[in-house]
């Protein structure tokens, strides 16, 4: 049982942390100045096999339900290799390289060769992550989803606000898929909120995350943002998560999910996140 409970620590000193489980290379802490910035559910289970609930679970290769396999993807219930220990940057930030490569289970799913792998640097009030997905095969091309789907720990969601949406069209989940235009400067969640904004902006502002500080997001490659939050009705339906806790959270994820990247024999694809406390 241990083994599927292994988890990495990056520790940059001054209380300022992240913790990574190798069951599905999951961040379930991230802790700056002591300060827990992500929220993971009471409720969530620690089995290696079931997704963890909250944190920053990875999405790959698909987004949503799937009828090869389990929704989301495998890439957040398989466990993962540490291909590089945390190790001090001569800057004084901790980076840990974590990698994923197709086995016997992801292709029962999913017939490919691929690789991903997945750079963490824990800097003082920043975490980075740099994901790099690639095709060794001579000759099939795959298609995939690929998203962070980060869990913001925040005081009361009702209370947040999020920047870089205005204009953008978004696919409403909780309204049959269909297809709106945000006229809102900046977004705000009091209801049962599951939507993909396409095309958003590379950088978004949070507020009144943990402490009443802003939250901000800067994303390479990733032109779609999710923002979820399955409210009071949808908790209940989540044995995995809380009735009570869905006012301390805020999913706004990045990702490529609107529309699947397409890898072409021996090519790579890069995405990166920035997330900082402002």
């Not at 802790?31 to 992500?38: G, P, S, Y």
């Not at 963890?52 to 993962?80: K, Y």
């Not at 980060?150 to 409403?172: A, M, N, W």
């Not at 800067?218 to 339906?237: H, L």
């Amino acid at each position: 049982m241990a083994a599927a409970t292994s988890v990495v620590v990056l520790d940059r000193g001054n209380n300022t942390t992240c913790t990574i489980n190798l069951h599905g290379a999951t961040v379930v802490s991230w802790r700056v100045n002591n300060q827990e910035q992500l929220f993971v559910s009471k409720q969530a289970v620690f089995d290696g096999k079931k997704a963890i609930r909250g944190g920053i679970p990875f999405v790959f290769p698909q987004f949503g339900a799937w009828t090869f396999g389990p929704g989301h993807g495998f890439a957040r219930i398989v466990r993962w290799n540490l291909e590089k220990s945390p190790e001090r940057l001569p800057s004084g930030d901790m980076e840990a390289i974590f990698s994923v490569m197709d086995s016997e289970f992801t292709r029962s799913m999913w017939n490919y060769p691929f690789r991903v792998t997945y750079r963490l640097i824990l800097r003082e009030k920043e975490l980075h992550f740099n994901i790099g997905v690639y095709n060794p095969s001579k000759e099939h091309t795959f298609s995939f989803n690929l998203l962070l789907h980060t869990y913001f720990k925040v005081p009361d969601v009702r209370r947040c606000q999020v920047t870089g949406l205005h204009g953008c069209t978004f696919i409403d989940k909780t309204r049959d898929n269909q297809i709106f235009q945000e006229g809102r400067d900046v977004v705000t969640i009091c209801e049962w909120t599951d939507r993909i904004y396409q095309n958003t902006q590379p950088e978004h502002i949070i507020t009144n995350v943990v402490s009443g500080r802003k939250m901000r997001v800067q994303k390479y490659n990733f032109p779609d943002t999710v923002v979820w939050n399955p409210w009071q009705d949808k908790a209940r339906d989540i044995p995995d998560f809380g009735d009570d806790e869905f006012p301390n959270m805020i999913c706004v994820e990045s990702g490529h999910v609107s529309s699947p990247v397409m890898l072409l024999p021996g090519t790579a694809f890069e995405a990166s996140q920035i997330l900082q406390v402002m």
